[in-house]
């Protein structure tokens, strides 16, 4: 078992998160928790807003017991002699007489069919003229009425626990009432399922049809499938699986004020009064409750709201519904834009800019197609589960970019500090990509500063005999350090030590220009001759010999980068430059009137700031005769 104890391998790791992000996505689209179902439904309720209000469908007119029409029935009442359409207009609930009279108008008018969204209880306390009135409108258009039924929760103790349905039975020799609900043909029921916590809006149909029966009730239908079999119109969707299609804030539908159409004068040339001819005329109550109404998208709505909604959602069929109607289904449906950004992470060879625009890209064509769904097909297509886990594949790619650019730029500044000055590491690290492609290795144009002591081995044999190799240790890194400070002070690179030789490069890895390299290079090696000078005076007042240094300097292209076995890696330079620069400096021994022995190259790159002197053509071992140039000793001022 001690596999279970080793670490996993980076690949690894992100098949396994991908894994973990795969089923969860899965199971919060097959098995949603209660929270989750609730986060969906702020979702769909955003891409509502986003779509905004659509147009409804023709053939549904709403008219209004508004406060409107209960303004008006107040005004005619202070009248000493009010119209009889008026008459009990002024307070809810209206007389039944005047529900009949707006049956006989809009049946005039040519409605196919009325509902009335009004449950008549009882006798009605007008008197029994009142339920004559409208016993004989619902005689005369039998089988284009469709009344109101209510299931409600009992208040008496003695109903005990349950549903009571609530049914204008004063009118059942004209309603023909039966043993079985679903037998009164001209009754639907007003409830509508108010959405829990995480649930949409069920079409009423759901009530009836769902619900009661897992109470052992037995079916009832909605109003709005009532008023529609009463008006010989199909339902084009099943109506007990759709959720509620808002169209938008109330109101959407053709809505006329109940006065406007009881008053014969108003009625007679109302503008609307087209619009009832082969339509389904909704009649209600509608009064302001203080936004009290069933909760939407778009802002609570009413009850004759809801059932206008409910009644057009079913004449056009375009009642919403998840898409696919099975859960696993939907979690396939979910899971396909994750599993294909699964593979594109996993198998393109990608910078994470890459990865992460292509994440970037499946979520917005996710997005367009759940919107287009909406709009266009009235379907909900699986939205959050796959966004959310496209965002989590970008949070765990992300994090795993960072960390792996925080080791490799760890690991790129412990390289590079060892040879070049800090600000020169930050300057690197700015493009990671070009300093890993340094340390593979690059052909670079700089000037190679190679600096030895002279004498330097006659004098470790004598100290050495002498018992003062501690203190000639000491001396010599007293003087490499000061020698690897003017260096860095002017941008140089440390390359190696050889011994007591310093080998520093400028231009490497980068460069500032081959020119401006080549004079920050003279200037680094006359300032190490005045350093040496101010270490030499020191010394000497310590009793300690003094040093001598002789410092060659040749500019040219070398190859620069890691080289080495790998359990030893240095970055350096290697090429026909390096070695030119230390001949030169071993020249320095048979021109010692020179401070600085430089190639054709570095004279031309300096020669318009620095007083340079030709020293004649020298044959240098392995490169030939080649001219050679120097600055005198006494050079000190140009550094």
């Given at each position: ?45 955003e ?23 209960l303004?008006?029935g ?98 059942s ?35 009836g ?91 609570p ?10 009644t ?31 593979l ?11 990865r ?18 909406l ?23 992300g ?29 690197i ?46 001396q ?32 490497s ?37 003094p ?17 080495g ?29 020179a ?14 700031s ?8 020298w ?19 140009i550094?």
């Amino acid at each position: 078992m001690t596999w279970l104890r080793r670490p996993l391998s980076r690949p690894a790791r992100l098949r396994l998160c991908s894994a973990l992000i795969l089923a969860a996505t899965a199971l919060l689209v097959a098995r949603p928790p209660l929270v989750w179902r609730s986060w969906e439904r702020i979702v769909e309720a955003e891409f509502l807003r986003l779509r905004g209000p659509a147009p409804v469908p023709p053939g549904v007119v709403v008219v209004a017991i508004d406060d409107a029409s209960l303004q008006q029935g107040h005004w005619f009442a202070d009248e000493p002699n009010p119209p009889a359409w008026a008459a009990g207009t002024s307070t809810l609930p209206w007389p039944r007489a005047r529900y009949a009279d707006l049956v006989e108008r809009l049946r005039g008018a040519g409605a196919r069919a009325v509902a009335l969204n009004v449950v008549f209880e009882g006798a009605s306390a007008r008197g029994p003229a009142d339920d004559a009135a409208l016993l004989g409108a619902l005689g005369r258009h039998r089988g284009h009425i469709a009344l109101a039924a209510e299931f409600m929760e009992p208040d008496d103790a003695q109903f005990g626990t349950g549903l009571v349905l609530v049914l204008p039975e004063r009118f059942s020799g004209t309603l023909a009432q039966a043993a079985s609900p679903g037998d009164r043909p001209g009754l639907g029921l007003s409830n509508i399922l108010p959405p829990g916590r995480g649930e949409a809006i069920r079409h009423p149909e759901f009530f009836g049809a769902e619900l009661l029966p897992s109470r052992d009730l037995p079916p009832f239908p909605a109003l709005s499938t009532t008023v529609l079999r009463q008006a010989g119109l199909p339902s084009r969707q099943p109506d007990r699986q759709r959720e509620l299609k808002v169209y938008g804030p109330e109101p959407q539908f053709p809505r006329l004020s109940a006065w406007e159409v009881l008053d014969p004068a108003r009625w007679r040339d109302h503008p609307l009064r087209g619009s009832i001819a082969g339509a389904v005329v909704l009649v209600g109550p509608v009064v302001d409750q203080g936004g009290v109404g069933l909760p939407t998208p778009f802002g609570p709505i009413s009850g004759l709201e809801t059932l206008a909604t409910a009644t057009a959602n079913s004449l056009a069929g375009d009642g919403l519904a998840p898409w696919p109607g099975g859960l696993w289904s939907r979690a396939l449906l979910a899971l396909a834009p994750v599993l294909l950004a699964v593979l594109g992470m996993q198998r393109l060879a990608t910078p994470l800019g890459l990865r992460l625009g292509l994440l970037a890209g499946l979520l917005t064509l996710i997005l367009l197609a759940g919107y287009g769904a909406l709009r266009w097909g009235h379907r909900w297509l699986p939205l959050l589960a796959p966004a959310t886990a496209l965002a989590a594949l970008a949070l765990v790619y992300g994090v795993d970019a960072y960390l792996v650019e925080g080791r490799e730029r760890r690991r790129l500044r412990r390289t590079f500090e060892r040879y070049v000055a800090p600000s020169v590491v930050s300057e690197i690290l700015a493009t990671p990509e070009e300093a890993d492609t340094i340390l593979r290795g690059k052909s670079l144009p700089v000037t190679v500063l190679f600096c030895d002591l002279q004498g330097f081995t006659a004098l470790t044999r004598r100290r050495a005999e002498a018992g003062q190799t501690a203190a000639l240790v000491s001396q010599l890194n007293a003087y490499l350090a000061e020698m690897v400070e003017v260096v860095t002070a002017h941008g140089g690179t440390i390359d190696k030590f050889i011994g007591d030789c310093v080998v520093a490069v400028f231009g490497s890895p980068v460069s500032r220009g081959e020119q401006e390299e080549a004079m920050a290079a003279v200037r680094a090696a006359v300032a190490m001759g005045e350093a040496l000078h101010r270490l030499n005076a020191r010394w000497q007042a310590d009793g300690e010999e003094p040093l001598a240094n002789g410092i060659g300097l040749a500019s040219g292209t070398v190859v620069a980068g890691q080289i080495g076995s790998p359990r030893r890696m240095e970055f350096t330079v290697i090429g026909e430059t390096v070695n030119l620069a230390a001949r030169l400096e071993s020249l320095t021994r048979q021109l010692p009137e020179a401070a600085v022995l430089c190639d054709r190259a570095t004279a031309a790159l300096v020669e318009a700031s620095l007083p340079l002197q030709f020293m004649g053509d020298w044959p240098l071992k392995g490169v030939g005769e080649v001219p050679v140039y120097g600055l005198p000793k006494d050079s000190r001022s140009i550094a």
